[in-house]
DNA sequence: CTTAAGAAGATAGTGCCACTATCCAGTACT
DNA sequence: AGTACTGGATAGTGGCACTATCTTCTTAAG
């Protein structure tokens, strides 16, 4: 198959399979001489997987790059998935500073938060880990805010989301040991944010509109 | 307050707080005289949470113009609130076309299960919701990727996304009738998704450090 | 064999977005 | 009077995700 096929099958433009190729999110063909490669089935489904990302998962191309060089990269299941986990962008980016002395406090109570968050729910996860740290950011914007979760309300959620994750790591193991094993489980990793983010809209919608808070 | 003090409040620079009054997210100060105008504590707090909707919660400048717009024409509770939950952004868009056969089957089966979804939810949603539609793209994706969700599989998810909407609305029905209502509900509505899949995402991690899928 | 239609790779350009910097006339303290 | 600062207008910047052009080469058609 040649680049133009690829590109029609895939409904990806020439010049940006092209750019893939150079970000290196895409291998190349199979050289078959100075200026023609040969391209597979392998490059039509990882072109759909780089567009599910993208499109769906909302990764930028350096994060796509990082998911797939996880993938690739993969030789133990276990392995894997942990590479992906991490590889996957983290949804927070640091806010900016105000008053010191505030932020200092609002951070010191975030930070005691998460730590009794972790503790509660027992969770096993590293120190450094960026969930870790954008957690932190994202409650103590919260508390600058007065939105601050009670414990217990947050503990409400965390319960929810380990059941989320829980659904997600099933799907991955049902998979089994294919060989595209690697591929299917940053799907389900990468994708499963979205598509809970979206019924999660759908069902606050249902509740608004049936719901009256005066 | 003039403007320099905001700034140094919120840690703004002085050129963004224009800009953002320039697109319409920031009201204009009082003005004391043809260069002067006065600042106050709304102004303080609409900064904080321009800040959170953009940083944690994602929104690009023009659709946190639209949400800040429907908390300033708050008038009912209700209405309100659904304005909110239109205004906040889907967060999936289109994807490429590839065989239009496929992507026609792919694009029926995904509606139907959509279709069969919402009955099996009980969900009372518009037809012509944004979420329904981004919905249907997110499935029909997937199944182009060979990565379709079974329909108990998605009744579990939404079941899930069912009760972290539920938690939601308690903490924004929790709000009662305080004048900064509206932007509380906006808080809870537009901050919840990034949390909850900070959240997910922690519980991730604990579990693929846990589980060993061989 | 000639020729036209691609193909590969390198490089430069585009459009959008979220700021950021500069300039100007006007104001306020000292 | 002088300096620092202000609001408002306008222009510039840097990053990102492509997209277009150019050059050299290959291959299939006539």
């Known amino acids: ?3 133009s096929e690829l590109s029609r099958r895939t409904g990806v433009p ?5 750019y893939f190729r ?4 895409l291998p190349a063909g199979r050289a078959t001489a100075a200026t023609l490669a040969e391209y597979g089935e392998e490059h039509v489904q990882r072109l759909r997987l780089i567009k599910a990302l993208t499109t769906l998962g909302g990764l930028s191309i350096a994060a796509t790059r990082d998911v797939l060089t996880a993938v690739d990269q993969a030789e133990t299941t276990d392995g894997t998935l942990r590479a992906i986990s991490y590889a996957l962008p983290v949804p927070v980016t640091a806010a900016s ?3 010191p002395d505030r932020d200092a406090q609002a951070e010191a109570a975030a930070r005691a938060d998460v730590a009794d968050l972790i503790a509660r729910m027992d969770w096993e996860v590293a120190d450094s880990s960026p969930h870790v740290q954008a957690l932190t950011t994202a409650l103590r914007e919260l508390r600058r805010l007065h939105a601050d979760y009670r414990p217990e309300g947050l503990v409400a959620y965390a319960e929810l989301a380990h059941a989320i994750a829980g ?4 799907r991955a193991a049902a998979l089994g040991d294919s060989p595209a094993l690697a591929e299917q489980a940053v799907i389900v990793l ?6 809970i983010e979206l019924l999660r809209r759908l069902a606050q919608e249902d509740q608004v509109r049936r719901r009256s808070l005066g």
């Open 1 to 3: 198959m040649k680049i």
């Open 14 to 18: 020439v010049a940006s399979i092209k």
């Open 22 to 25: 150079r970000e290196g999110l």
């Open 97 to 99: 500073a105000g008053d």
């Open 167 to 170: 659904l997600d790591l099933e």
């Open 190 to 195: 990468a994708l499963s944010g979205p598509v």
